[in-house]
């Protein structure tokens, strides 16, 4: 089985599954079944890189390329800053104020323009914006493409953690006009996790490290000290594993997203779209995940 090249674009900050899924990753990298080829930042928060940075370095990848959103006002108040401040200040990182990341659309570009064709999984685990502002890049001197060609070339599937099917879900309703604006011209396969598929599957609540020895931990201990449901770390399975052995997927259709971030589906033989189906127990789905983020 070869590796998936992993692009995880995250809005780590606002809830601690974002921290959950990285880790999840990292353990899949460890396992041979991934390579994380760069993580990006997909709000204002500037705390947000060096977070992510710190997880990156605590698991011996601190080389791993890191991008940031750069515009002001979007999801920066401290409220989203619950955990991500404390990381970024506490764990070695190059990013610890926010201060010199690299624009995350930059970040994108030159990464996707590096691998092979067709060999990229991204996985979108935060509002839309930035994979908006990869798909209306211009060539530069990273890639002579745009960004929808270099898509359709580089990019094998997309895999968002967004929509569902009870009301607004978080992600698209942060920036309705980027989600609407990805579902609608994203030129590649786009598998959703929806709300529902991680919404009753706890995780993070049986830590072996003490506080302050992990950032991951760390970043529960101060968000959901009790745990929490695992929308990212569904994602990122799907991202990396397939939906097997605990999801499949819904037949082909098409997922829009009007301006209030509510997501239609409609179901056509030739659409790009499909929906995680949860096939598995959630006890099993929440030991698998645990023991990821367990697992260095």
Known sequence: MNHINLIIDTDIGPDCDDAGALACAHSLQNQGLCKILAVTHCTSNPYGAGCVDAINRWYGRGDTPVGTLKSDGFLADVQYQKYNRYVAQKYPNRYPTGEGVPDARAVLRSTLAAVDDGSAVICAI???RNLANLLHSQPDDLSSLKGQELIS???????VMGGGWTGPEWNFLMDPKA?????????TEIWFS????????????????EDGTNPVRDAYRLHSPNGRMSWDLTAIWAAVMGPAPFFALSDCGSLSVDENGTNKWISTENGNHRYLLKIGPDELIQKALDDLMMDK
Do not use: H, M, Q, Y
């Not at 989600?179 to 030129?187: I, L, T």
């Not at 529902?196 to 490290?209: A, K, V």
């Open 179 to 187: 989600a609407a604006d990805v579902c609608g011209s994203w030129p």
């Open 194 to 209: 929806t709300f529902e598929i991680g919404e009753s599957i706890i995780t993070g609540n049986n830590w072996i490290w």
């Open 126 to 128: 935060g509002p839309l």
């Open 153 to 159: 070339k580089k990019v094998k599937r997309l895999v």
